[in-house]
């Protein structure tokens, strides 16, 4: 009994590297579910200089690429001297929306800032980052 418990052991892992390449990975519709449902124009813009004091809008543009509506459930900076403004209502199949980013230029030298967006479709938030350098007035 106790040989036929290792001959079936040793039969089954004989046999499991001839099944781990049965299955395509591209023609996997699992695989095609994963990939992003918005395509961004730009995840991370670069500003340059800025004037002190002044705020500055930066606006990042996107596609809907599903086949179904996509609505933006959250937007969150990642600090107070941010605000933002998005798209509030469905965006279509195919039709473009956007994320505006207000900074308070308040401060001179570098910063880089994110936004923290979260869809419909995901909700895993997307990172977008923006970057410059205020410069004294």
Same mark, same amino acid.
């Given at each position: 009994?106790?040989?036929?418990?290792?001959?079936?052991?040793?039969?089954?892992?004989?046999?499991?590297?001839?099944?781990?390449?049965?299955?395509?990975?591209?023609?996997?519709? /699992?695989?095609?579910? /994963?990939?992003?449902?918005?395509?961004?124009?730009?995840?991370? /813009?670069?500003?340059?200089?800025?004037?002190?004091?002044?705020?500055?809008?930066?606006?990042?543009?996107?596609?809907?690429?599903?086949?179904?509506?996509?609505?933006?459930?959250?937007? %969150?900076?990642?600090?107070?001297?941010?605000?933002?403004?998005?798209?509030?209502?469905? /965006?279509?199949?195919?039709?473009?929306?956007?994320?505006? %980013?207000?900074?308070?230029?308040?401060?001179?030298?570098?910063?880089?800032?994110?936004?923290?967006?979260?869809?419909?479709?995901?909700?895993?938030?997307?990172?977008?980052?923006?970057?410059?350098?205020?410069?004294?007035?």
């Amino acid at each position: 009994m106790k040989k036929l418990k290792i001959t079936a052991l040793l039969a089954v892992l004989a046999f499991s590297p001839f099944y781990a390449g049965t299955f395509s990975v591209e023609n996997n519709p /699992i695989v095609k579910v /994963i990939t992003d449902a918005i395509k961004w124009k730009s995840e991370s /813009i670069d500003v340059g200089n800025i004037p002190q004091g002044k705020p500055k809008v930066i606006r990042f543009e996107f596609t809907n690429t599903t086949n179904k509506p996509i609505v933006i459930e959250n937007v %969150a900076p990642s600090c107070g001297c941010t605000t933002a403004d998005y798209t509030k209502t469905p /965006i279509l199949p195919g039709k473009k929306g956007f994320v505006e %980013a207000s900074y308070n230029a308040a401060s001179a030298g570098a910063f880089m800032k994110t936004v923290n967006v979260t869809t419909s479709d995901s909700k895993t938030p997307k990172t977008l980052s923006f970057k410059g350098t205020v410069v004294a007035s």
